[in-house]
Structure formats: C-alpha cells, structure tokens
C-alpha cells in the first residue's frame, strides 16, 4: 500500500512538471513518396524472376539478412537495371533535389552513385539498417503488392532501443503505405527493414524493389571506393 502511494506520487509529480516544460520539436524526419510510369517494367521484372530463381540466396556478404540482392554484384546490377529506368528516376531525384536544396539552402553535387534491386520469397527479410554516407536514399517498388508483402518500416532516429518489441507504437516505428510503382526517398541515415512476405508459407509472387543511394560528389571521391555503379 505504501508503495502504490509513492508511486502514485511520483507519477503527480511528473505529469506536473511536465505540464510546465516547454517542448520544441526539432530536426523533422520526412519521406518524399510519388509515382513511376514505367513501361518496360514487366520486362525487367521476369528479367529478375530469372535472376531469383537462378540463385534465390543471393545475399551480400556484410548484410545480417535473407534477401535475393544485386547490391554486391556491379555487373549483375549494370545488366539488369535498364538504362531507360535509371533516366526516369533521375529525372523525379533532379525534381526532389532541386526543390528540396533551394528550400534548405543546401550547396554541393549530389548524384546517384548506386542502384541495385532486391527480391524477397518465403521467409526472405532484411533487418533494420541505413545507408552509410549517403544524403539521401531511394526505393522504387517495382513489383508490389500491399496484401501479399510487407512494407517498409522506418524507425525514429531520435533513439537506438530495439525497435522489434515496440513496432505498434507510432512514436518510434512509422510504416508507410506504400503499392507498386510508387517511388519514396528518404534520408540515408533513417534506420529502415522489411519483413519481405506476409504469409510466408503461402505467397508465390517476388517482392522487388530497385534501391539508389544519393551522395555528394566530394564524398564519393574522397571516402568510398570508386566499385560503385555509376551511370554518370
Ligand atoms: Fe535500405
């Protein structure tokens, strides 16, 4: 009894002090979300298909994941990912870029340094991670489908708790609805993952994503190794 009072105090206390705190929210997160017209997209995606099922475990080395990913493999990427579909992402990054400098007075060169794609099967996931040096980084949700697979889970950057024990929770996991052709970008350092397929047992379509890193040119030549893909 005693200690049910005391803690019924303390939390008195706290609302109060609370109440009399002044709160300025700072340094907003966003994702920039629109949509790509790609014609050709059937095309590259049985071109996939066949590079899943030639080597469905094609998982980079350094990832703690299960994800069919030509994030490792420069050619695979170059021969897969058309140079007709790098052209229509650039011209929605020059969009996002110039309006998105111009309003943060942001200076330097900027450019997409990496484009890779990913496919998802079965128990296939990726786990929480970032984009290293990158400003900015982008999905293009090529084949997609919202009842079938599990969309992208962004984490709020403020903290490094585990997120797996508070995913219902708004305040620190936000999940955006995403469907196939949408493109989103986002801030390279915000923590993000995908649990892949929903019924994992049941679903026979691939979940495929083509990614891109966007990173300032001085960074780029300075910091990283030059095996990167580069369609400039
Ligand atoms: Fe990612």
Redesign the pocket.
């Known amino acids: 009894m005693v200690s049910f009072l005391c803690l019924a105090r303390n939390e008195y206390i706290l609302k109060t002090n609370t109440m009399s705190m002044e709160q300025n929210n700072i340094f907003h997160s966003f994702i920039w979300k629109t949509k790509l017209d790609y014609k050709e997209k059937n095309k590259l995606i049985k071109k996939i298909e066949h590079n899943y099922f030639e080597n469905p475990d094609k998982t980079p080395k350094k990832w703690k994941c299960k994800v069919h990913s030509s994030y490792e493999d420069r050619n695979l990427s170059l021969d897969t990912i058309p140079l007709d579909l790098i052209y229509l992402i650039e011209n929605k990054v020059n969009a996002f870029l110039d309006a998105y400098f111009r309003t943060n007075e942001i200076i330097g060169n900027y450019f997409i340094a990496e484009y890779w794609y990913n496919a998802y099967k079965g128990f296939q996931f990726?786990e929480p991670?970032?984009?290293g040096d990158s400003l900015f980084?982008g999905?293009y949700y090529l084949k997609f489908n919202k009842d079938k697979h599990c969309q992208?889970t962004f984490y709020n950057p403020n903290f490094r708790i585990e997120f797996d024990k508070l995913k219902n929770n708004p305040y620190f996991c936000y999940t955006p609805e995403c469907e196939e052709d949408d493109l989103i970008i986002f801030p390279s350092a915000l923590m993000?993952?995908t649990e892949g397929i929903i019924d994992k047992n049941e679903c026979e379509e691939l979940r495929i994503t083509i990614?891109f890193n966007i990173i300032n040119d001085h960074v780029y030549n300075t910091n990283r190794s030059k095996n990167n893909l580069n369609y400039h």
């Open positions: 990726q991670h970032e984009h980084s999905c992208t993000h993952s990614s």
